[in-house]
């Protein structure tokens, strides 16, 4: 299970969608256990496959331990790794994924030249070393000045780094998948309320723009196979002229509005891991 710490405003649907997967393998003739994330790093497992929500630091570390020892775990600790802000931007930018223009920094330092040289205005400040926690770890600016305020605050809360992304325009989109499957789902989340933070109302309902969804499917694939993780989700700006530019890539979301379609595509893809891993 994932610490509840780690699931802000969604305790009760980060815990429905891994009940789901494990009932949906269960019925395919798997022994499912569940622990907590605190038992996990207190006591470890004994079970080969280890299918997790976990995103303490703690465990993302004995997730890796057990994957260099053998043992099958979906999704990889350094799968997980990979989509903390930081790492996820270098990744994604590095293999050519559609992501916003950014920048990474130190939040000591001053940045507001930095801004002005790249044309920055409005932008979003997200904490550079870990998966969001509360909603301060995501901040909205609209000009420089903001900006240096915010990774001051930043500094003093012991955050060392930052990524900035210019803000785009456009249509908000959410999304999830499960690699290797059809699976893939998306919906405006503005327009039925599902929001974790917020921030959601700065781009506010969608336009309805229209864009090339197996392009959208595709490039969200890329994103998963490059990050190392086969159960994902995220969010996209669909701009004005169509095109499509991840902001965010998680693994293993809440998959709330699509918990009962996902659950089976999630079993059915660790099987076949685990068929792939016992053939080799």
Partial sequence: MRAGAYS???????????????EQLRKRGCLV????????????VEEQVILNMCREQRSIANLQKAEDA???????????ENCTRERMTRILLGNGIPYPDSLIVDTDEAVKPKLKKKGFQSCWIKRGDFHAMHKEDVSFVRHAEEAQEVLQEYFLRGIKRAVINVHLEGDLVKFYGVNGTPFFYWFYPFDLGHSKYGWEEVNGKSRGIKFDEEEFQRICQKAAHELN????GGDC????????????????????????????????????????????
């Fill in 229 to 232: 993780v086969e159960v994902y």
């Fill in 70 to 80: 053998g043992k099958i775990v979906i999704n990889s600790g350094f799968g997980i």
């Fill in 33 to 44: 256990n569940i622990y907590s994330e605190e038992q996990f790093n207190t006591s470890g």
């Fill in 237 to 280: 700006i669909v701009s004005p002229d169509g095109e499509i530019r991840i902001i965010d890539f998680n693994d293993w979301p809440s998959f709330a509005p699509c918990r009962t379609e996902a659950a089976p595509h999630i079993a059915k893809r660790v099987l076949a891991i685990i068929k792939a891993a016992n053939k080799g």
């Fill in 8 to 22: 802000p405003n969604h305790i009760g649907n980060d815990a429905a969608i891994l009940n789901a997967a494990a």
